[in-house]
């Protein structure tokens, strides 16, 4: 009998010496809150993204809410969202005051530019593009539709650190936002960034993180706490600076899935349009109607063969009981997204992925959907 190989997991974390050098030594300088190496991250942040300002908060939703906030959306304020998303993207909405109205996505598995329009009204404060997977939105036209309504836009950039879209980096067209989570290419745990070019926008933004103060028991808004602190920046700085690797990793673990995987009936893998540097948070394939199995069946196959596996996502944000009659979620039909939410499978493409484990991954998808 073949020797049982250990499971792939469809995430891992990876930190080291470095990580550890650095945590270790935030805890002996007496300084664990906000200071010196947040400071030195959101520069680094700021520099590799093109923008002028990031600014450092506790995880990639308060980011989305601060976003929003200091674009001053307003309780009736409408948003333009894609429904294919992490729920984080519409509840930071609701939480900001916000009313979501979802615009269908493309084969990109991102906003369709063409379906912005048609819910365009004197409501619409924000077009909210999510880059998923690590794919940026086809943002020209995107930021066409804004400009033209006066509309402001931000990126929900929480899985795409890094990526490009006509050689412009992920965050730098709008308000951009980031999640450092666990599962994130780039992570200390729980953490979030925004990224902005406007000045007055990067104050606002340090105003609301630290209780709208600008000093010392001198407020100037009502403010929050979403402060990071130095020894989440001491995990993600020498993460950053290792970045070109980690994208190249993805990325070699993409293409080789993707050349492994190309012909198989019923399955479809994932687009990358020319004009786009792809990160690969994720690595997402298509089951369609003439796969001899459904999505489902097929994840009960990877995962008997050792193959991590996951639905990023099963349903569409708002469709679930909490969001049906919520007065701040207007429900559109969004048919593609509402198929695409039933087709898709993601498979490991992390940098702990071997070329051996690329060809165990395409041995068990094309032993499982051999007709
Ligand atoms: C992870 C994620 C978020 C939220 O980030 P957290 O750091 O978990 O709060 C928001 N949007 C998308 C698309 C995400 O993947």
Redesign the pocket.
């Known amino acids: 009998m073949a020797q049982q190989l250990p499971p792939i997991p469809i995430s891992n974390v990876d930190v080291g010496q470095e990580e550890i050098d650095g945590v270790t030594e935030v805890l002996r300088s007496g300084m664990l809150a906000q200071g010196p190496r947040v400071a030195e991250l959101e520069a680094a942040f700021a520099e590799l993204h093109g923008v002028a300002h990031a600014v450092a908060v506790n ?3 308060t980011a ?1 809410v601060a976003a929003m906030q200091a674009l001053d959306v307003r309780p009736g304020d409408e948003v333009i969202v894609p429904p294919f ?2 729920i ?2 519409l509840n930071a909405i609701l939480e900001a005051g916000g009313r979501a109205r979802f615009a269908d996505i493309g084969p990109d598995y991102n906003l369709d530019p063409a379906a912005i329009e048609p819910l365009v009204n004197e409501r619409t404060k924000v077009i909210l593009p ?1 880059h ?1 997977y690590g794919l940026m939105a086809d943002m020209a036209p995107i930021m066409e539709v804004a400009f033209r309504h006066g509309v402001a836009v931000v990126e ?1 950039a ?2 795409s650190v890094g990526a490009t879209c006509g050689g412009r980096a992920a965050g730098s067209f709008g308000v951009g936002t980031f ?3 666990g599962t ?1 290419n780039v992570t200390c745990g ?1 953490g ?1 960034m925004i990224t902005t070019g406007d000045a007055a926008i990067a104050d606002r933004l340090r105003l609301l993180r630290n209780q709208g103060m600008r000093a010392r028991y001198q407020y100037e808004i009502a403010g929050h706490n979403y402060r990071l602190t130095d020894l989440q920046a001491a995990i993600v700085l020498p993460q950053l600076r290792r970045l070109k690797t980690i994208k190249e990793a993805r990325q070699a673990n993409a293409a080789a899935l993707s050349a492994g995987l190309a012909g198989v009936p019923g399955l479809l893998v994932p687009p990358v349009p020319a004009d786009r540097e792809h990160v690969w948070h994720q690595y997402t394939v298509r089951v369609t109607p003439d796969a001899v199995l459904d999505r489902d069946a097929l994840s009960a196959r990877l995962t008997e063969a050792g193959v991590g596996n996951g639905f990023y996502y099963p349903r569409l944000m708002h469709d679930y009981d909490c969001y049906r009659d919520h007065p701040l979620v207007a429900q559109h039909s969004t048919p593609f997204a509402a198929q695409v939410a039933g087709e898709v499978i993601s498979l490991p493409v992390h940098p702990g992925v071997s070329a051996s484990d690329v060809d165990r991954i395409v041995e068990a998808v094309r032993t499982a959907l051999a007709a």
Do not use: I, R, W
Request: overall charge negative; charged content about 15%; aromatic content about 10%.
């Open positions: 995880n990639g939703t989305l998303s992490f984080a993207t999510v998923l929900d929480a899985q999640s450092l989570y994130k729980e979030g």
